[in-house]
């Protein structure tokens, strides 16, 4: 028998499949962060979706036996004709599947299919824009296992987030969801699935299919062989033309390797390396070419125009799908913590931080904190690594506090981002073609390493520590204690780091980094 989500693995990759089936014994022991976010926001969705469905929708008993259970919830939906069901049991053809909810439309039933995602707008944010590939092809099985196995399909339906609704408080999550209606879509892939059922359980019967890790060991989801499976690769060049930065480098480096077959960043002619930030693919490339880092003269003299105190200051947010808070968005990130280094004077710092675990909006107390900390009037610069992430927090906290909109755009208007000055004026070979602050720490700071760190790493380790403390009932006072220290260390990091990197870009001596900094 193959389920649902068999045939997606192996839409996926066929060998991650056969790996599932064959070699169990290869999968960690331990969920990992984005795991477990990835489980508990399809169950809270899953579970508002259900209440949409009214009071009195049947939900099908399940047996170990699941052709069993699918010919037990199709009697009982001839039962029940006009009544709405939910995770209703479907079976044919060697395929099993669980329709999210079967709702009766006419002679049949819409099926509709709830994602932990939001609905697809372009980028005037009205208009629909296209499914996800997968979120059809999972549509498709659960279609063609129900009109097989005699269930009359009305229509296909995808039941996605509307993320330009905000929470108007009260329980009332009527405009939590917003239908995209797919059954065209869904109908062309109809024939493709008893396809895809035959190839894969051929595949299952034979050796590991060969493959190489790439783009689909992470999408649509995260692969956990990849260790087994790397190692497995044929070998690849010290130095990948993939070396090359960001989504426009990305795309240069696949027209490098299409066009005229290069596998190495040190291959192109630098003539070659063009764009906008052709400077720095030639940097890169004349770094990993000689194992020297690159320094371009310059930072210390723009860092040395900028006034004290200098703030270097993080946030990290929760972006919950289903939204707490009144007036918040499905996924909107709301910052519940910041930690900030002060240098007051040149060498001389203190530290201020913020971390709210009450369960409260952390909105409020997060700006006045902010307030008291960052002297709304004063002309120090504000350090970030990304400006993206935080001035959109502060534009949104504006957006959410029309009242505190002032002071946002006071604190936006002195960001100063420090990635574009390490991009512009340093590049080393460890950086392996990222510019993560991960990735700069180590070859200028090497005894700040984020792997020591403990539970909390990076940020969706941030915020699922943030989900243990706050929202789950089994987290003890104890536990919650722990998180708390965990979360307040790992973002203090996070503001040192950049005190390091300015320090570094400047030529100054390292900065000495006192106890409790």
């Known amino acids: 028998m193959l389920t649902k989500s068999d045939l997606q693995t192996y839409l996926q990759c066929p060998r991650k499949l056969w790996l599932e089936r064959h070699r169990p014994d290869l999968l960690p022991e331990e969920t990992t962060p984005s795991d477990y976010r990835r489980a508990r926001d399809g169950n809270i969705v899953g579970e508002k979706a259900r209440e949409q469905l009214g009071k009195g929708f049947i939900w099908p008993p399940s047996t170990e036996d699941k052709a069993v259970a699918a010919a037990q919830a199709k009697e009982l939906l001839e039962a029940s004709l006009g009544t709405p069901a939910a995770e209703v049991p479907m079976f044919h053809g060697g395929v099993y599947a669980r329709a999210d909810a079967l709702v009766p439309e006419g002679a049949g039933y819409v099926l509709k299919e709830t994602k932990a995602s939001s609905f697809p707008l372009k980028k005037d944010k009205v208009t629909p824009d296209d499914p996800e590939d997968h979120h059809l092809d999972d549509l498709a099985i659960q279609a063609w296992v129900m009109k097989e196995s005699g269930l009359p399909l009305s229509r296909a339906e995808l039941n996605l987030l509307n993320n330009q609704w905000r929470y108007p408080g009260g329980n009332d999550f009527s405009g939590l969801f917003r239908p995209m209606d797919v059954t065209p879509l869904v109908l062309e892939r109809l024939p493709r699935v008893p396809e895809w059922a035959a190839a894969a359980e051929v595949m299952l019967e034979g050796a590991m299919p060969a493959a190489t ?12 062989f990849q260790d087994f499976c790397k190692p497995l690769d044929p070998p690849a060049p010290e130095h990948p033309i993939e070396l090359l930065p960001d989504s426009v480098g990305k795309k240069l480096a696949k027209k490098l390797r299409e066009a005229n077959g290069y596998t ?6 630098p003539d070659e390396l063009t764009g906008k930030q052709s400077a720095l693919y030639r940097r890169i490339q004349e770094a990993h070419r000689t194992g020297i880092a690159q320094h371009v003269p310059g930072a210390a003299e723009k860092l040395a ?4 105190p200098r703030y270097f200051f993080d946030f990290e947010g929760i972006d919950l799908p289903v939204p707490h808070w009144q007036g918040v968005r499905p996924y909107e990130q709301i910052p519940f913590q910041w930690s900030c280094h002060i240098e007051t004077a040149p060498g001389e710092f203190r530290h201020e931080e913020f971390l709210d675990l009450t369960g409260n909006d952390p909105s409020p107390a997060c700006i006045e904190k902010m307030r008291q900390v960052i002297d709304p009037d004063g002309h120090g610069p504000i350090y970030v690594y990304y400006a993206t992430y935080e001035r959109g927090r502060l534009e949104e906290l504006a957006q959410r506090h029309p009242e505190q909109a ?3 755009q006071k604190y936006i208007d002195r960001i100063v981002d420090l990635l574009p000055f390490v991009k512009e004026h340093y590049y080393h070979p460890e950086m392996q073609g990222s510019f993560s602050i991960k990735k700069v720490l180590p070859v200028i700071a090497p005894e700040l390493n984020y792997d020591e760190l403990d539970e909390v790493q990076e940020g969706t380790g941030a915020q699922v520590a943030y989900l243990y403390a706050v929202f789950d009932p089994a987290s003890t006072p104890e536990r919650k204690a722990d998180l708390e220290q965990k979360l307040l260390t790992y973002c203090k990091q996070d503001t040192w780091a ?3 990197v300015a320090h570094f870009l400047a030529g100054a001596r390292r900065p000495v980094r006192s106890q409790g900094m």
């Open 498 to 500: 950049m005190v390091e």
């Open 264 to 269: 190495s960043i040190l291959e192109p002619r």
């Open 406 to 408: 002032d002071l946002m």
């Open 305 to 308: 125009a900028h006034a004290y």
């Open 213 to 224: 890790t790439g783009k689909q060991c992470e999408e649509p989801y995260h692969c956990p």
